[in-house]
């Protein structure tokens, strides 16, 4: 199975911008489609990116036009740019398969606040 290790969360102000990674211990690539997750306090998990084998990408409306999920394939690794970033957005994010989710990494806190 994949393990996954999510890197890149942080303290930023609202309207600011974050980029997540997402590093994998076997190809990405051979999933058909990999997502990114978050979990606010109090909240479920949820899926808010998800990118398929193809290269198309849906979001959650909650982040449609302000963030962008990417792979890249040399690197075998995925982003999650995240921009015009807002309170609301304040969560611990996770990176795993979009369709049948294995084991969850740590996970990366992103936390907006001015």
């Known amino acids: 199975q994949v393990q996954l290790v999510e890197s890149g969360g942080g303290l930023v102000q609202p309207g600011g911008s974050l980029r997540l990674t997402c590093a994998a211990s076997?190809?990405?690539?051979?999933?058909?489609?990999m997502g990114w997750y978050r979990q606010a306090p109090g909240k479920q998990r949820e899926l808010v990116a998800t990118?398929?084998?193809?290269?198309?990408?849906t979001y959650a409306d909650s982040v449609k036009g302000r963030f962008t999920i990417s792979r890249d394939k040399v690197k075998n690794m995925m982003y999650l740019q995240m921009n015009s970033l807002k309170p609301e957005d304040t969560a611990v994010y996770y990176c795993?398969?979009?369709?049948?989710?294995?084991?969850w990494g740590q996970g990366t806190q992103v936390t907006v606040s001015s």
């Open positions: 795993n398969d979009a369709v049948r989710p294995g084991d």
């Open positions: 076997g190809s990405i690539f051979s999933i058909y489609a």
């Open positions: 990118i398929f084998s193809g290269g198309t990408t």
